[in-house]
Every structure is written in structure tokens, then in C-alpha cells.
T-cell receptor, first 111, second 117 residues
Framework: GEDVEQSLFLSVREGDSSVINCTYTDSSSTYLYWYKQEPGAGLQLLTYIFSNMDMKQDQRLTVLLNKKDKHLSLRIADTQTGDSAIYFCAEDSNSGYALNFGKGTSLLVTP | DTAVSQTPKYLVTQMGNDKSIKCEQNLGHDTMYWYKQDSKKFLKIMFSYNNKELIINETVPNRFSPKSPDKAHLNLHINSLELGDSAVYFC????????????????FGPGTRLTVL
């Protein structure tokens, strides 16, 4: 996790957009991922982006990748209270057989 | 039709005991993993197995011994439990094959919350 950095908290109002940012250090990562963890639950894969892409959109989710700056972001449009969770950014490890996770961003959506 | 399942969901035990956590995946994946999530929600890889063979062991104490009886199962046995072992343990699987090919998209189990008293 020390190679993947995320801000720890984000609070938004229902209906607004949320943007969760992540920086990583391994430029050889093939895929970058966003996982969601609701309280007391496991990790749910939200989306992933291949390293040769700049952007990926999937319904309310938009992932932007800036390889030059090693910056990844997740935008959630029209954020709902059900989106409140911890969001983890992850990169392929050097070995290819593990993921390096950030420490997670706690998203709180208020009515 | 659960993809990755773990048992038990909760495990409370005394220091010094030996315990096991079981994991099964029905996705037909070649690679399975164990991660540890500490109280600050930090997730770190412990082990990964490809086709029953150990690929990664990330400086985990010898008290932790993974066992893979077949491709669909990766169990975690912990000897002489310590207070610091209290955490949530997640099993995961992916299609990654022995050559490192295929997607590394990992699918996680629901986690096992281990509390050592």
C-alpha cells in the first residue's frame, strides 16, 4: 500500500459528483482497479482500466488515467447515499500475482 | 452460486490456539490469494497460489501456512495465534495462469473476521 496513495476521506451531498483520486508508482502496471467495500462486507470490483487507455466510462462511473503523472481518478456521477463506502485503488504488482492497494478513501454521502 | 466463499465469517479464539480458514472458488480460476486487512483497513497480500503452487509469500510469519488441496480451494492455517493476528482475512481468485497471462482481475470473498483474545 505504500506505493499507492489516496486521500482518506471525502464527503459529498447526495446528487453531487464525487471524485476520488489515486497516485501510483509502478509504471509497468498493466491494469488499475477500483474496488468498493461497504461496511462489514468484502471487496466488490467496481471497474478497471487497461494502462493504454485514458478514460473508461461505465454508467455513473468514469475512470481517468494519466500515465505520465501516474494518476488515476474515479468519478461517480449523481452520488447516492448507497455509494457511501470505502473505495480502494489498486495496481498490478511487479510479480503480476498480487495487487497493491491504496489505503482506501472513505466516501460519505449526506442527504 | 457464490463465486468465492470463505468459512467461517467470524472467528473468535484465544491466544496460542491454532485455527483454519477455508476458501473455495467456483469460477474455474487458476490463481488464488490471501490478503490481510488490518484495523485501519489497509489491505496487504499474504500469499498467492497458482494451480496449487505457491507463487508469493510476502514475509508472512511461518505460523501461517496456506494449503491448496486443489485449484478451487486455498485454506489458511494459523498456528499459535497472537493478538496481532486479529484482522479481516480475504480470499480472492483470478484467471491469471502460470505464465502471468490473462487478467489479474481478482474476485474477493466476503472475508473472515478473526479476533484473538
Amino acid at each position: 500500500g505504500e506505493d499507492v496513495e489516496q486521500s482518506l476521506f471525502l464527503s459529498v451531498r447526495e446528487g453531487d459528483s464525487s471524485v476520488i483520486n489515486c497516485t501510483y508508482t509502478d509504471s509497468s502496471s498493466t491494469y488499475l482497479y477500483w474496488y468498493k467495500q461497504e461496511p462489514g462486507a468484502g471487496l466488490q470490483l467496481l471497474t478497471y482500466i487497461f494502462s493504454n487507455m485514458d478514460m473508461k466510462q461505465d454508467q455513473r462511473l468514469t475512470v481517468l488515467l494519466n500515465k505520465k503523472d501516474k494518476h488515476l481518478s474515479l468519478r461517480i456521477a449523481d452520488t447516492q447515499t448507497g455509494d457511501s463506502a470505502i473505495y480502494f485503488c489498486a495496481e498490478d504488482s511487479n510479480s503480476g500475482y498480487a495487487l497493491n492497494f491504496g489505503k482506501g478513501t472513505s466516501l460519505l454521502v449526506t442527504p | 452460486d457464490t463465486a468465492v466463499s470463505q468459512t467461517p465469517k467470524y472467528l473468535v479464539t484465544q491466544m496460542g490456539n491454532d485455527k483454519s480458514i477455508k476458501c473455495e472458488q467456483n469460477l474455474g480460476h487458476d490463481t488464488m490469494y490471501w490478503y490481510k486487512q488490518d484495523s485501519k483497513k489497509f489491505l496487504k497480500i499474504m500469499f498467492s497460489y497458482n494451480n496449487k503452487e505457491l507463487i508469493i509469500n510476502e514475509t508472512v510469519p511461518n505460523r501461517f501456512s496456506p494449503k491448496s488441496p486443489d485449484k478451487a480451494h486455498l485454506n489458511l492455517h494459523i498456528n499459535s495465534l497472537e493478538l496481532g493476528d486479529s484482522a479481516v482475512y480475504f480470499c480472492a481468485s483470478s484467471r491469471l495462469d502460470s505464465g502471468g497471462q490473462g487478467t489479474d482481475t481478482q474476485y474477493f470473498g466476503p472475508g473472515t473476521r478473526l479476533t484473538v483474545l
